[in-house]
């Protein structure tokens, strides 16, 4: 039975300041904020890259990439060609849903014959219709592509005037739809799916080529996907499947059970029988690993593209320590053949990074690594053959964005130029602006630095069509600090400060969600800006325990029974600010924010020091622990209880009845703004009223905005930008002119 996220308004008395909204004891947003906002709301709207096209319809093919325009309500997929001198950006999606849907992810193919007819190119998007994030797979094609002009099909999406056609592939808005995977031969494709069970994630496969459907090219019904379960149904009608690699001979797949941020096991299937497949997965046990296995994290996991050495496999992993590092594996022998980045001495590694290699890339003869370096990307690359093989070499950048914070790279691999990069490059002055690069010449020129670590020099083009607009305001860079919390662990948090330090200004501290998330130089709230510039306030962004980032016991330092553990470190920074930062941050003008878990963590800091802070704006947030494990999706809450303990025990349950915001309503006395997707499926709206409610009743000033046909977070311009001048003008009425002094 399909869970419901409905909240029934009618005993609401709310304001619609547009189709969007539903204000609860909000007053409508004054036309001059939204006026202020704009320059800020302008500069937000950054470019993604999705991937290269198999297509070389314009020069040396085209990418996909993603854009909120100016005049959308939502995000829109662009296409432009690979090469940097052309400015050419062709929008390719026009469709319109009403909704704040989600593209969670548009992976381009080689082609489908699912419809009797061969069509090539294009790609498989995942994206949801309501913003409920149950996302289903669409087919996007181009007639030019087909071999056969297929007619019109029920149900397919009005793309006018845009040749790429969108069909449906899965038909069930109850159903989430995910991890999508293509073989490397592309003759499979794998993802994951409710549909055997609201709390049963499990993974499915499929051909895309040689399908054999029957379906006539003629045909204009809907198509549903065909495809087989590989993963067996639990005997507790829970698990969460997901498929991460093929081998290139198609005998193998690798698989994860994902049972939380710090407990992901890996296990081997053999598929080179579809007919008769394994009853289950094999799990797969990493040898010598150090760590406990109920606390290890196997991710990023790739089978060599190699067909000299098929089952090779490239592994990041925290099975020989705190941090994650990268490994290759002989699935054929079960033996680690080398540690790549592993920071233990005793292990050997090519080159130790004594932090998380965060993601990494297996390309048919090199591997390319990113790792966090305190908040920042490091990027390497190995070569597989030749010369350097095996050897560690990092990425230094110059041109165009040199300087920036984040690299994330999109490889062209599919046309046979691994070398050749679109880089997302993001900073604290850009919120997402594309880069060419080719690896390729700097790899020629291995260069070594002063410690004898070999280096290269890659130089990126920006794509003049894909930056983001500049800002017509001013920036100011970030810097780390870090201070020592309640039980003497280091904290560290990223600080904006509007004037240098040279004046003493009053303070956000802005709290990451996730909570397995980490706030960087990339990660700011939407009207960071106008809080520096307007408001001339300082941001403090802290990377509390349970942040990504500095090893796993970090981590998990705030698990279960040690929830309120973070909770006390925003205590002790509001501490360390008024004893250490008096010069240049007032302690009597704070106020706290964040977004879903760190919505609760505003919620929390409001019922524990509401004498400190003189005002909270809570978006998403957790209110009601076991209200939020019982009713949030099935299929996110074994991974949640993982987090934050499972309701289901009584002691358990009294703890976090105990500490949660609502429960402890009646202990704050500031001022609090709430914002919340009226469609929420991970937190249920009902969380957001009832703190709205509960501070309404003792008097306590509170508003609640409600995004319409919104789920977790908000992608609509609409209401991006009235919820963000709701959250200004709250911050003039009860911010700007407050002292808890």
Not at 565 to 582: F, N, P, R
Not at 694 to 714: D, M, P, Q, T, W
């Amino acid at each position: 039975m399909a869970q419901s996220f409905a909240f029934d308004f009618s005993k609401l008395d709310y304001t619609t300041p547009n189709d969007k909204i539903k204000a609860v004891g909000a007053p409508d947003v004054p036309q001059r904020i939204l006026d202020g906002l704009k320059k800020y709301e302008d500069s937000s709207r950054g470019y993604g890259a999705h991937g290269f096209e198999y297509n070389s319809r314009v020069g040396k093919g085209t990418i996909l990439v993603d854009h909120r325009p100016e005049d959308a309500q939502v995000t829109q997929v662009y296409r432009m060609p690979v090469d940097p001198a052309s400015e050419e950006l062709e929008k390719v999606t026009h469709f319109d849903l009403g909704t704040g849907r989600v593209i969670s992810s548009i992976t381009p193919i080689k082609g489908d014959d699912w419809r009797g007819t061969l069509r090539s190119g294009g790609a498989i998007m995942g994206m949801d219709v309501d913003g409920k994030e149950f996302f289903q797979f669409w087919r996007m094609w181009e007639d030019s592509e087909s071999e056969t002009v297929i007619p019109h099909i029920d149900g397919e999406l009005d793309n006018k005037p845009s040749t790429i056609r969108i069909e449906r592939l899965t038909h069930d808005n109850s159903i989430k739809f995910s991890s999508l995977l293509l073989s490397q031969t592309e003759d499979y494709f794998l993802f994951s799916s409710t549909e055997d069970g609201p709390a049963e994630i499990h993974t499915y496969m499929t051909r895309l080529t040689d399908s054999k459907t029957g379906i006539s090219p003629s045909s204009t019904a809907a198509f549903s996907l065909p495809r087989t379960r590989i993963t067996a149904k639990a005997s507790s009608g829970r698990a969460h499947w997901a498929a991460s690699t093929v081998s290139l001979d198609n005998k193998y797949v690798l698989l994860t059970d994902i049972k939380g941020a710090s407990y992901r096991p890996l296990y081997v299937l053999d598929i080179s029988d579809p007919a008769t497949l394994p009853a289950q997965p094999e799990r797969l046990l990493l040898p010598g690993a150090t760590e406990r296995e109920e606390e290890t994290n196997n991710s990023w996991i790739s089978f060599s593209r190699d067909a000299a050495t098929p089952h090779l496999v490239y592994i990041i992993t925290d099975a020989y320590g705190d941090f994650r590092s990268s490994l290759i594996l002989d699935l054929d022998s079960r033996t680690v053949l080398r540690h790549i980045t592993a920071s233990e001495p005793s292990l050997n590694a090519i080159r130790a990074i004594p932090w998380d290699v965060k993601g990494h890339v297996v390309l048919e003869d090199m591997l390319y690594m990113v790792a966090n370096i305190d908040g920042w990307d490091a990027h390497y690359v190995m070569p597989l053959s030749g010369a350097r093989k095996h050897e560690v070499i990092e990425i230094k950048f110059d041109g165009d964005g040199a300087d920036s914070a984040s690299f994330s790279p999109t490889f062209n691999r599919k046309n046979g130029r691994p070398y050749e990069i679109c880089y997302r490059l993001a900073s604290y002055r850009s919120s997402g602006a594309l880069a060419y690069a080719d690896l390729g010449p700097a790899l020629e020129r291995v260069q070594t630095d002063n410690e004898g670590k070999s280096f290269i020099v890659v130089t990126l083009k920006s794509y003049k069509q894909a930056q983001p607009i500049a800002p017509a305001f001013k920036t100011v860079a970030p810097k780390v600090i870090k201070f020592k919390s309640f039980d003497g662990l280091e904290v560290p948090f990223v600080y904006y400060h509007p004037c240098e330090g040279k004046k003493r200004v009053p303070v956000n501290i802005e709290i990451h969600g996730g909570p397995t998330v980490q706030a960087t130089s990339l990660r700011k709230s939407r009207i960071h800006g106008y809080l520096i510039n307007e408001l001339e306030c300082a941001v403090l962004y802290p990377n509390v325990r349970g942040s990504i980032g500095y090893g796993k016991k970090y981590m998990m330092a705030d698990d279960v029974y040690l929830r309120e553990d973070s909770v006390k470190d925003i205590g002790a920074l509001i501490d360390y600010i008024g004893e250490h930062m008096k010069d240049e941050l007032d302690a009597s003008k704070i106020f706290v924010s964040g977004g879903s878990y760190g919505g609760y963590m505003t919620f929390a800091c409001l019922t524990h020091y509401s004498n400190k802070l003189a005002c909270g704006l809570a978006t998403c947030g957790i209110a009601d622990w076991v209200a939020f494990l019982s009713t949030t999706a099935a299929h996110r809450q074994d991974n949640r209880r993982r987090e934050y303990g499972d309701e289901t025990d009584p002691d358990v349950r009294a703890f976090l009845q105990r500490i949660s915001p609502a429960s402890n309503a009646d202990k704050i006395t500031s001022p609090l703004s709430i914002s919340h997707g009226e469609n929420d499926s991970r937190v249920p709206f009902e969380q957001a009223y009832f703190m709205y409610d509960s501070c309404v009743k003792r008097g306590v000033h509170a508003e609640l905005i409600a995004g319409v046909n919104e789920g977790h977070g908000f992608k609509q311009k609409s209401v991006l930008e009235y919820v963000s001048g709701s959250k200004i003008l709250f911050l003039e009425r009860f911010f700007a002119k407050a002292s808890t002094a």
